[in-house]
């Protein structure tokens, strides 16, 4: 850990930043590492997974409650600690924390409607089925003698080869140029390349954005197998998906031919 006057700490891999139950009156932004946001109570379900650039802990600046989740590091980490204290002086210095902050709890809710939705869905489903009378199996026939047939030829059948996955990559619209989605990544962030933090995204769209309209961490392309799924991160100009804009924290599943609009950068998803 950093001395008391340093206002970064740094977290082995594996050791908490702080634990559900505990005091406290501080909220993090992560410069490097992986912070794993869980929810001990019951399963030690993580909620959330963070990397640079995220913070969290911000609703200890809001009320004086105890921690509702751990944080735990994933990796070593290294984080700029804020104080109750010092938070007001923070957001009169950069709004743009105050903007993000409001965003991640916009995104964090939808979150947990959704979850209370599916869980809901689950439940009348299952009581549906407990309540449907169940079919009685008919009587069974007493055995007919029959005489015997003689069996038919056996066709061989050709081997069925499984088709391998198709490769996706993005197209740039107005330029034509190809963006490479990489095979044996799952997650790929969209955003600006951040000279501050050193980040830089898997798909960096800066050398297209003439007008500026990218966020740092714009959106997501989430890859499960052959499926392909967008999802919006907050970006201040929006992503839209054939011309429709998504909601913030929203996601949507994706097909070959499908156009995207990241801010102004529009890109078209295509098999390679």
Do not use: W
Not at 152 to 170: D, G, N, R, T, W
Not at 212 to 236: N, T
Not at 251 to 261: E, F, I, Q, V
């Amino acid at each position: 850990m950093s001395n008391a006057k340093d206002p970064f700490i740094e977290v082995p891999a594996g050791a908490a930043v702080y634990k559900e139950g505990d005091a406290g009156s501080d909220m993090y932004i992560i410069e490097s590492g992986q912070i794993d946001i869980v929810r001990q109570s019951g399963s030690d379900e993580v909620v959330d997974s963070l990397g640079p650039g995220d913070f969290f802990g911000e609703t200890a600046m809001l009320e004086e409650q105890p921690r509702g989740v751990t944080a735990l590091a994933k990796t070593a980490s290294r984080m700029l600690r804020i104080e109750r204290a010092a938070f007001a002086d923070v957001l009169r210095q950069n709004v743009e924390i105050a903007v993000r902050i409001m965003r991640k709890m916009v995104a964090r809710q939808r979150r947990t409607e959704q979850r209370m939705h599916e869980a809901q869905t689950e439940l009348m489903k299952a009581k549906a089925a407990s309540a449907a009378p169940r079919a009685q199996a008919p009587a069974p026939r007493p055995p007919v003698a029959r005489e015997p047939v003689p069996a038919a030829p056996v066709a061989k059948s050709e081997p069925v080869v499984a088709s391998a996955p198709q490769h996706m990559v993005l197209r740039h619209v107005a330029g034509g140029q190809i963006l490479p989605l990489d095979a044996a990544c799952n997650e790929f962030l969209v955003g600006r390349a951040d000279p501050v933090t050193g980040v830089t995204p898997e798909i960096d769209l800066g050398a297209f954005d003439t007008n500026r309209s990218l966020s740092r961490r714009h959106a997501k392309i989430l890859r499960q197998g052959a499926l392909y799924f967008v999802r919006d991160e907050g970006g201040a100009n929006g992503t839209f998906v054939n011309g429709e804009r998504m909601n913030p924290g929203a996601s949507m599943a994706l097909k070959p031919g499908d156009t995207l609009r990241f801010g102004s950068v529009e890109v078209e998803l295509v098999i390679a």
